[in-house]
């Protein structure tokens, strides 16, 4: 090869490099898509904290007014002298109310009147059920049942209100979703649970007699 074509080739190669050069130092400095992209890599990480917060918020707020629900439900009825299905249904009714705005699924509440008798076994007196928006009896009358053992004192009389609610989240995945995107821990819904036990204020025992 002369030394003609070599000066050229030479010439070439430097052309070249200039340019290539110039081109990544362009692409290197150029900024535009950089936000797009941490955008596009932090939004699914913002929006799982945002939702998970959410959710979690919601759910503490649900198992609080269950408990607020069978607390009231328990204190309405303790301050009756006697009362009636009716009656019952009504205080059932302002218990289930206070669940409002929550409404994935319907609360169940139980009011059951308790005498323990002399040999310390706690029977059913009467007893008053809302479950899924429909009034009906809870354990059967003149049957045993059960209370913590500090409460089974012989001749007591005892109110005991119990509510529960399977709440459902926001976003639930079904079981298939579950396992392809492994979300093993993750949960359809919970079972929220509280259960109160009040002496009656005015009396020393309330009767039902519709009951």
Known sequence: MGHGALAMLGILKRIYGNLVKGRLGRLGADQRGVAALEFAL????????????????QGIEANKKVGRAASMVADLVTQQQDTTKADLDAILNIGSAILQPYNRSKPTITITAIEVNNAGTPIVKWSRRLSNGAFSTGPAKDTSTTLPAALSVAGSFLVRVEGSLTYYPVITWAAGDKGTLGLTAAFDSLNMKETYYLRPRMTNAIGCDDC
């Open 42 to 57: 932090i939004a699914p990480l913002l929006l799982s904290m945002y939702f998970l917060t959410m959710e979690v918020g």
